[in-house]
């Protein structure tokens, strides 16, 4: 189907191209959202009569786009969330969680602005783009920790999944050390081993 972009959209095209899409895509999402008229005689001689009303609407929403992504842009947050000894989480973190917790700290960021791919399913530092608008993106600092402690530990640069499975082992090994010295003693006390051992 052929369509003429009403605004920019990412991987399509800019205001004013005709361009050919999936019926369902225009169908359901260009047409519906006013992102798009479809390509035929009355329609294109309209979007040249509106293009300079068009194009400053896109203009106008663009500035205020920048400027509200100025206050954000590069903000880290901070999402605790539980997760095994291997860091793999209880579940995962959303462009919908991500969305929520911005807005408890006062940043307006819908669930659609938030670009990201696939959910988050493990710990550690993740940059995520928010996108503002079609031709204004930022990036935001997203931190998943199990605790606060955790929380800065991995935002000054320590790998916390490999330091907690290092003083695992360490435990392990101290416990065995003293297993088998105990084990010694014990056979010792028996006499079963030479007290030299």
Not at 8 to 34: H, M, T, W, Y
Not at 49 to 75: C, L, S, T, Y
Not at 117 to 134: C, D, F, S, T, W
Request: glycine residues 6%; hydrophobic residues 40%; negative net charge.
């Amino acid at each position: 189907m052929n369509i003429i972009l009403l605004e920019r959209i990412e991987k399509l095209g800019d205001i004013g191209d005709v361009v050919n899409v999936k019926n369902g895509f225009a169908r359901n999402f260009l047409l519906p959202q006013n992102k798009a008229l479809l390509a035929n005689a009355a329609n294109k001689a309209r979007f040249e009569a509106e293009r300079e009303h068009i194009e400053a609407r896109n203009a106008a929403k663009r500035e205020e786009a920048r400027v509200a992504g100025e206050n954000i842009d590069g903000a880290s947050y901070t999402l605790i969330r539980q997760s095994s000894d291997t860091g793999f989480l209880y579940g995962s973190v959303s462009a919908r969680d991500i969305s929520e917790h911005a807005k408890t700290l006062g940043h307006d960021i819908a669930r659609n602005q938030v670009d990201l791919n696939q959910p988050i399913k493990k710990i550690g530092l993740y940059e995520v783009k928010i996108r503002l608008h079609a031709e204004v993106v930022i990036t935001i600092s997203v931190n998943i920790a199990r605790s606060e402690d955790e929380a800065e530990r991995q935002v000054a640069g320590e790998n916390v999944i490999e330091a907690t499975l290092e003083a695992s082992r360490a435990e392990a090994d101290a416990q065995a050390q003293e297993m088998a010295r105990a084990s010694r003693e014990a056979a010792a006390q028996r006499g079963d081993v030479d007290e030299e051992l």
